[in-house]
């Protein structure tokens, strides 16, 4: 893919939501780091019903500890593996009061040197709250860089340096929300909407889903009339 259809990719997302943000529910970047970590292989939807709860009860590191980990396990038990990320999170909360002053440290080093946060989560932390140009590579954007051509790699790592090199600058801070969100309800990852895509003619996926098996495949949910749960 040149660079000149990268460009074109970038404002067309751009021009569809101006202003991108996470779907993660936060106020400050602490409250972000701790939603970054319960979302590990969660939904954003489930972890924001976790941190209704919590964060009114302790949204600071020096209010998790006095919480502790039991009573931090109790508030986050509906997410998945949440006895891990309770007690990263209490490890990560000691280390910031001790090393940091309670707060949030800006420096990638620092991010990944507290439990439960690695590359992708330091990166959601560093362009989401601080305004980084970073590019946090999940499950999506990995997919969607290899399937669009846009950035291609073997590793999310791989993926993630093409894109920092080839997104023209104006882009960098939002890349990661257009493709996070493009990824997760239009290029998704067994049957890519590209009829609805606004990327479609510009995207270098050869096996393209056509719009006939779109339609085909929401008829039967147009012509049920019995109860179905609400997937939201």
Not at 157 to 166: D, G, N, P, T, Y
Request: a positive charge; charged letters at 25%; glycine letters at 6%.
């Amino acid at each position: 893919m040149n660079d000149n259809k990268r460009r074109q990719i970038f404002e067309r997302l751009r021009a569809a939501n101006p202003s991108p943000t996470t779907e993660l529910s936060y106020s400050t970047p602490f409250e972000l780091l701790v939603a970054v970590i319960l979302s590990a292989q969660a939904t954003d939807k489930g972890v924001n019903k976790a941190t209704a709860r919590l964060f009114p009860a302790a949204n600071t590191p020096e209010a998790i500890l006095a919480l502790g980990e039991e009573g931090l396990k109790a508030q986050v038990r509906t997410i998945g593996l949440f006895n891990s990320k309770a007690r990263n999170i209490i490890k990560a909360c000691q280390i910031l009061v001790d090393q940091h002053g309670g707060e949030v440290p800006r420096e990638r080093k620092a991010l990944e040197s507290l439990p439960g946060v690695g590359r992708k989560t330091a990166n959601v932390v560093l362009n989401t709250a601080f305004g980084e140009p970073t590019m946090a590579v999940d499950t999506h954007i990995f997919r969607v860089g290899n399937r669009t051509r846009i950035a291609q790699g073997k590793t999310p790592l791989a993926v993630e340096q093409k894109l920092l090199r080839h997104t023209p600058k104006e882009f960098l801070k939002d890349a990661h929300h257009w493709l996070i969100l493009l990824g997760r309800y239009v290029c998704t990852a067994r049957k890519p909407k590209c009829p609805d895509c606004p990327i479609a003619d510009l995207c270098e996926y050869h096996d393209k889903t056509p719009a006939t098996a779109i339609t085909a495949a929401a008829a039967p949910a147009a012509q049920d009339t019995g109860h179905a749960e609400s997937i939201s």
